[in-house]
């Protein structure tokens, strides 16, 4: 899963957590979507791509659900739910394993990163700021107009911190 998957997922996942939700409207996924900053066309294929793993449920009228494996993803935990297993690509290493990896480059130690690495904690709170600015605007109305006034100044700061955050 790439980056953009991930971010995907846990704003999905986070959306669904601050409204109380079991599933999201098509709309509404367009919509976090469109705050990552995720080319509109493109959508369908995340979508699909992540329904095939069995991350995601889509339902009758469009709307998408997370799949326990999605949510547990989403949450950063391991797909197996086993504390101390690693997961690369298709396969899952159990815990005390050893790893050999054939790379001049290989850097090994807590808080270790690789070349073109991205930390998930970045992905996570990316996710998590876009729910919460898709929350923000939604939850606007029935504001009184200075209420209105100071979410708006807040919907900036947020959009700034997710711009902000997609640039790291």
Same mark, same amino acid.
């Given at each position: /899963?790439?980056? !953009?998957? !991930? $971010?995907?997922?846990?704003?999905?996942?986070?959306? /669904?957590?601050?409204?109380?939700? +079991?599933?999201?409207?098509?709309?509404?996924?367009?919509?976090?979507?469109?705050?990552?900053?995720?080319?509109?066309?493109?959508?369908?294929?995340?979508?699909?791509?992540?329904?095939?793993?069995?991350?995601?449920?889509?339902?009758?009228?469009? =709307?998408?659900?997370? %799949?326990?494996?999605?949510?547990?993803?989403?949450?950063?935990? +391991?797909?197996?739910? +086993?504390?101390? %297993? &690693?997961? /690369?690509?298709?396969? !899952?290493?159990?815990?005390?394993?050893?790893?050999?990896?054939? @790379?001049? !480059? #290989? &850097?090994?130690?807590?808080?270790? /990163?690789?070349?073109?690495?991205?930390?998930?904690?970045?992905?996570? @709170?990316?996710?998590?700021? +876009? $729910?919460?600015?898709? $929350?923000? =605007?939604?939850?606007?109305?029935?504001? %009184?107009?200075? #209420?209105? &006034?100071?979410?708006?100044?807040?919907?900036?700061?947020? &959009?700034?911190?997710?711009?902000?955050?997609?640039? =790291?």
């Amino acid at each position: /899963m790439d980056t !953009h998957e !991930h $971010a995907f997922l846990r704003a999905l996942a986070s959306a /669904m957590q601050l409204a109380h939700l +079991t599933e999201l409207e098509a709309d509404q996924v367009n919509e976090i979507a469109a705050l990552l900053q995720l080319p509109l066309p493109e959508v369908p294929s995340l979508v699909t791509r992540l329904q095939e793993e069995d991350l995601i449920q889509l339902h009758w009228g469009g =709307r998408l659900a997370l %799949t326990p494996e999605g949510q547990a993803r989403a949450e950063g935990r +391991t797909p197996s739910g +086993t504390p101390g %297993t &690693v997961q /690369m690509g298709d396969v !899952h290493v159990g815990e005390k394993a050893q790893v050999v990896i054939n @790379s001049p !480059h #290989a &850097v090994t130690g807590p808080g270790a /990163m690789g070349s073109g690495a991205m930390r998930v904690g970045i992905i996570d @709170s990316l996710g998590d700021l +876009t $729910a919460a600015l898709q $929350a923000l =605007r939604y939850g606007q109305e029935g504001l %009184t107009p200075e #209420a209105k &006034v100071t979410a708006q100044q807040l919907e900036g700061e947020v &959009v700034a911190i997710v711009h902000e955050a997609q640039q =790291r």
